[in-house]
């Protein structure tokens, strides 16, 4: 099974945002949006996704946990978070 918290550790151990750079926090969370663009789940098999479904399920979850996180920390320090304008 999946341990959807692994998937957002380095080398094994927790990414830890205060204990790295700002600029490598970006770069993690843009390799993040990197990886998680390959996958496309519509190209599984029904089989496939309902084998994978319980650990697909844990790993979205922590996603959205990390995310929702991440999001709240911004927001608590009195700023939004917006989607980038269109260039």
């Not at 991440?70 to 978070?81: F, N, Q, T």
């Amino acid at each position: 099974m999946i341990d959807g918290a692994k998937l957002l550790r380095a080398g094994g151990r927790p990414a830890r945002v205060s204990n790295m750079s700002s600029n490598e926090a970006i770069a993690r969370l843009d390799a993040a949006v990197s990886a998680l663009g390959d996958v496309h789940v519509s190209a599984w098999s029904d089989e496939t996704l309902q084998d994978q479904l319980g650990e697909l399920s844990a790993v979205l979850c922590a996603l959205d946990a990390v995310l929702s996180r991440v999001a709240d920390e911004v927001r608590a320090r009195g700023l939004r978070v917006e989607e980038p304008l269109a260039a």
